[in-house]
């Protein structure tokens, strides 16, 4: 059997070492948040481009 040595680590650090896990978690998820929003809304930027320009062009091959 393994010998288990047990460390006195006090409450304050014990409670600090889980904030900092839970703040580096949301941390996390803000930071993936932000970066599908941008790649949204630089998809939504290039596509609406595509439409504004093929307009005329698709208004002079679709005109009666």
Known sequence: MGVVVRRNVSRRNFVLYYV????A???AGVLISALTYVTIMLGLVITSMFAFT???ILDKVLKD
């Open 20 to 23: 900092g896990m839970v703040l």
């Open 25 to 27: 978690g949301l941390g």
């Open 54 to 56: 093929a307009g005329p």
